[in-house]
């Protein structure tokens, strides 16, 4: 499990926390804020909280003025495009994701700092925050650990992927090195998982790292979304770059 050690060349370490952000979705951005600043991180490192909007209407002009977030507009292109688009500006050695209604739970960044000393990429349990204000636990977490070559990518296959991929946090290079999230209308966080996982190992971490928020606004509970046709497209894409991927023999290695 070695080799993965962080560069941080001459640069205070950093995570670079990437959020993309849409019209109606944006409600929830200042509680998203105070779990990032709540944070607690290994000594000497600090965050950055990259923004992308996936449009220009100035939902994000509502964020507060600190030197530590970084919005940015432009033209739409979902999630995938914006996540992307947001990465442009990351400064950090490693990226984590989180959705803009999601809250991050105490230590979830100081634990994924730990595990990318580890490893390459790391994915983490969650909670789900219903809309009555309730909390339930995901149930088909895969055990704490090493997580086995091509487990992720088998689960999805027969679509029953046992982690929130939206948890995903990893070393910028090899985020930089895939692409960034694939241009998908959907599931592009599932697509960068199994990049990842097909060319470097990763590890899960058990105690929940993110209130995972359940509302009628978000962008998976439209039924356009799930049209069979496309969503089995999506899927398609995902599977197929991975397994592209495994059968090429390539393996990312940290700087």
Known sequence: MGGHRLDLGDSLPKVSVITA???????????????LRD??????????????EDGDSGVLDALP?????????????RAAVARTMALARATGSVVRTLDADDVLLPGALARDIEALGRVAWCTSACVDLLPDGSTRPGPYDPPAGPVAPGRFYAEQASDRLSVQANTFAAHTDLVRALGGWPALTGAETVGLLLAAEAVAPGEFIAEPSVLY???DAQTTAADR???????????ESVLARAETLRRAGWRWRSA
């Open 21 to 35: 952000v849409h019209r109606g979705g944006h409600h929830f951005l200042r509680q998203a804020y105070a779990s």
């Open 225 to 235: 979304y799930w049209d069979k046709a496309e969503a089995a497209a999506r899927m």
């Open 39 to 52: 944070q607690v991180l290994p000594s000497g490192w600090e965050w950055e909280w990259c923004l992308q």
């Open 65 to 77: 003025p600190e030197d530590r977030v970084l919005p940015g507009s432009g033209l739409p292109g």
């Open 213 to 215: 928020r359940k509302h």
